[in-house]
C-alpha cells in the first residue's frame, strides 16, 4: 500500500458493482447501526495501516457518535479520473475509495 494518500488513491467502482463486492452494506435494513460500525471501521483501518496511533468512540446523551482519529483524514485534492473532490467520491458514490 502506498504512503500518499490523495485522490488517485481513490478507486471508483460504477454500476451495481460495490453492491456485488459488498451486499450487507446495502441490503442489510434491520441495523441502524451500521453507518456507526462504517465511520469506525474506517478509523480502525487508519490505525491498522500504520495512519494513527488513537481512535476515540463517544457515545453522547442525544444518542449520536462521534468517532475521532489521528489519521490522514480524507483527500480533498481533485480525482484525476472524475474531476472532482476525493472527499466527494467518497462520501457520494458507491464504494469510492480504499
Do not use: F, W
Not at 471508483?12 to 456485488?20: D, F, K, N, Q
Not at 480502525?44 to 476515540?56: M, S, T
Not at 453522547?60 to 475521532?68: C, F, T
Not at 480524507?74 to 474531476?83: A, C, F, K, Q, S
Amino acid at each position: 500500500m502506498t504512503q500518499t494518500y490523495n485522490a488517485d488513491a481513490i478507486e471508483v467502482l460504477t454500476g451495481l458493482e460495490p453492491v456485488r463486492r459488498r451486499p450487507g452494506m446495502y441490503t442489510d435494513t434491520t441495523r441502524p447501526n451500521h453507518l456507526g460500525q462504517e465511520v469506525i471501521d474506517n478509523s480502525v483501518d487508519e490505525a491498522l495501516a500504520g495512519h494513527a496511533k488513537r481512535v476515540d468512540v463517544i457515545l453522547h446523551a442525544d444518542q449520536s457518535l462521534e468517532v475521532i482519529d489521528d489519521g490522514r483524514g480524507m483527500p480533498v485534492d481533485i480525482h484525476p479520473e472524475e474531476g472532482v473532490p476525493a472527499v466527494e467520491l467518497i462520501l457520494c458514490r458507491l464504494h469510492a475509495g480504499r
